[in-house]
């Protein structure tokens, strides 16, 4: 069937053709982002107060809304290059599937051992930090994704990597945390008593599993408290995206070397760092009215931040250490139910994508964990590639926008970003197959309860 067609399954870029430059869409925002907020004046945060938490080069680049193009450094273009290009997949098998006159195309992020795209971030904020000649970084991790991509980059470096890792994901997912330490991070499940925060929440809340608002916490006072250390963040903050945006660089090139054009692109949006970096090129194009494009943010009925959240200043984090962020938010306080999607349950939004979200620049949908599940399934049977459940947010929604062509007949072009592999989350599967897993969508007036505690800024 391939030798048939014009566009081979798999496009992947000569090394000479991968992005010298990472792409920041802020130079092109008309509206800005709104500025990270001090918690106690609710003053933007200064470069130097900033300089307290991250590393300085990181500052910059956070706080830098003009430049368009940032040189990617050298060692990072080099490490980049042990797992990228990552391919531009034509979904052949799937198309043929749905019988939809749809073509569909993936970009793959899952083919390094951190089985997803946070890797390219996570070498460049330790590369910044090994640069200023710090001896370690913090972090916390949720389903365990960017602890072992950070772990994977600090290892590379010889930089010292502590991570606070969820107690929940910790006691669920000891695979995950092996290989953080095969690559000699120190994991320490939270909340725990090393931290004035982590003691302070046990107190209160003795047997909890943890949250990723209480582990960010955490990993802040650790590294503000240690002589040489800094923290990293793996999502939400503008430089994540920056670094992310490889991947839709990586897309939109491969792309122009066979004359596609994509008219609708989809993404799973958990703090926006994979969709914001998919995104980052053709969003440039539309703000600077060269070409349209429809994009879409899917997320978890379960953690609804963009369809049922609030574009408000609200804490990043649930010790309220962390400076302010504008973004739609369902509160710092808000649990989500137990969804299996655990890069997806954060309770805010990248503010840049909030931005171009409430300019009206992209849509956002919310599906619920079984329709996910049935999609990754399908998905896995056809393409070969088990998915991540946070990726198959977005296969259930091109799967969706195929079928609607299949109605009309039209013949659209999608992209959609399968951000990595879900080899982990077979428990999660394993409750698919057996029937068991349940659709939390959480109500009105349960929303109501952490959008109630937003500040008052
Ligand atoms: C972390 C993660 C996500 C969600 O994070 P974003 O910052 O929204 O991209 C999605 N997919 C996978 C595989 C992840 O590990």
Redesign the pocket.
Known sequence: MATEKKIPYKIYLEESEMPQNWYNMRADMKNKPAPMLNPGTHEPMTAEELSGVFCADLVAQELDNDTAFVPIPEEIRSFYKMYRPSPLVRAYCLEEKLQTPAKIYYKF??NNTS????LNSAIAQAYYAKKQGLKGVTTETG?G??GTALSMACAYLGLDCKVYMVKVSYEQKPFRREVMRTYGASVTPSPSMETEIGRKILEAHPGTGGSLGCAISEAVEKAVTSEGYRYVL???LNQ?LLH?SVIGLEAKAAADKYGIKFDTII?????????GGLIAPFMGQKLRGEADYEIIAVEPASCPSFTRGKFAYDFCDTGMVCPLAKMYTLGSDFIPAPNH?G??RYHGM?PVLSQLYDDGLMSAVSVKQTDVFQAAEAFARCEGILP?P??SHAIRVAIDEALKCKETGEEKTILFGL??TGYFDMVAYEKFHDGLMEDYIPTDEELAIGLSKLPQV
Not at 115 to 118: E, L, W
Not at 267 to 275: E, H, I, K, R
């Open positions: 992020e899952g089985g997803s795209h946070k389903a994704q960017w793996g999502s939400v994540v992310q993404g799973c949006a958990g703090g926006g760092s994979n969709l999607a890069g997806l990248s991540a946070e990726s951000t990595g």
